[in-house]
C-alpha cells in the first residue's frame, strides 16, 4: 500500500538557517504529492504541491521537488524565520475517485531567534 | 478560497453524551469531504469518507455506530461522537476536496480542528 516515510524530528534551528525537511514515499502509480504545515493549536494548510514528476512546488519561500527516480518529495527553505515553527507533513494522494491523503508522521520546526 | 470551517472549535462535555462537529466548505461545492482524528503530537488518522448523498465509508476499527456522520449537502458534512467516553478526547479535523483543484481533483483543503474533551 501507499505510504509516507518522513525524517525523524524535531528540528531546531536558528533564524536564517537553511531548511532540508527529508520525504520519501511508496506508491503504485502516479501520485500527488503534499507539504501540508499545522502551527499549534490549529488544523492543517496546504504549504505546496506537485502532481507530475520534475514538477516544483513553491509557496511562502518553500519549495519541493517531485523526483521520481528517488520517489521524493524533500521541503527546502533557505532562510527560515520564527514563524515557521510548526508541524510539517509530507503527504500523498494517488489517482482515483475520493482519492485518500496518505501522511508522514509529521517532523516539529522549532526556529529560535 | 477554498475555505473549511468547523464548528465548534472546542467542546467540553460529560461522559454519555453525544456532541456533533459540523465542517462547512466555505466558497466551493465539495462531493467528498473526509474525517480526521488526531492524537497529541501524533500524524493524521483517516476515520472515514463521506460523498454527498450517500453513506460514509469508514476506515478499519472505526466504528460508524460511534462515529455518525452525515453529509446532508455539497457544503456540509457533520461528524456525531455518540455516548463519549474519555477515550474519545481528541483533535478531530474534517477536510474536503475541491473537485476543480486540479488533476483529479485531488487537493483537500482542511477545517482548523475541534478539540474534544470529554469528562
Known amino acids: 500500500g501507499d505510504s509516507v516515510t518522513q525524517m525523524e524530528g524535531p528540528v531546531t534551528l536558528s533564524e536564517e538557517a537553511f531548511l532540508t525537511i527529508n520525504c520519501t514515499y511508496t506508491?503504485?502509480?502516479?501520485?500527488?504529492l503534499f507539504w501540508y504545515v499545522q502551527y499549534p493549536g490549529e488544523g492543517l494548510q496546504l504549504l505546496l504541491k506537485?502532481?507530475?514528476?520534475?514538477d516544483k512546488g513553491s509557496n511562502k519561500g518553500f519549495e519541493a521537488t517531485y523526483r521520481k527516480e528517488t520517489t521524493s518529495f524533500h521541503l527546502e527553505k533557505g532562510s527560515v524565520q520564527v514563524s515557521d515553527s510548526a508541524v510539517y507533513f509530507c503527504?500523498?494522494?494517488?489517482?482515483?475517485?475520493?482519492?485518500?491523503?496518505?501522511f508522514g508522521k509529521g517532523i516539529t520546526l522549532s526556529v529560535r531567534p | 478560497g477554498a475555505v473549511v470551517s468547523q464548528h465548534p472549535s472546542w467542546v467540553i462535555c460529560k461522559s454519555g453524551t453525544s456532541v456533533k462537529i459540523e465542517c462547512r466548505s466555505l466558497?466551493?461545492?465539495?462531493?467528498?469531504m473526509f474525517w480526521y482524528r488526531q492524537f497529541p503530537k501524533q500524524s493524521l488518522m483517516l476515520m472515514a469518507t463521506?460523498?454527498?448523498?450517500?453513506?460514509?465509508?469508514?476506515e478499519q476499527g472505526v466504528e460508524k455506530d460511534k462515529f455518525l456522520i452525515n453529509h446532508a449537502s455539497l457544503t456540509l458534512s457533520t461528524l456525531t461522537v455518540t455516548s463519549a467516553h474519555p477515550e474519545d478526547s481528541s483533535f478531530y479535523i474534517c477536510?474536503?476536496?475541491?473537485?476543480?483543484?486540479?488533476?483529479?481533483?485531488?487537493?483537500?483543503?482542511f477545517g482548523p480542528g475541534t478539540r474534544l474533551t470529554v469528562l
Open positions: 503527504a500523498l494522494s494517488s489517482p482515483g475517485a475520493n482519492s485518500k491523503l496518505t
Open positions: 506508491a503504485t502509480g502516479y501520485p500527488s
Open positions: 477536510s474536503a476536496r475541491d473537485p476543480h483543484s486540479g488533476r483529479s481533483g485531488d487537493t483537500q483543503y
Open positions: 463521506s460523498n454527498e448523498g450517500s453513506k460514509a465509508t469508514y
Open positions: 506537485a502532481t507530475k514528476a520534475d
Open positions: 466558497d466551493f461545492q465539495a462531493t467528498t
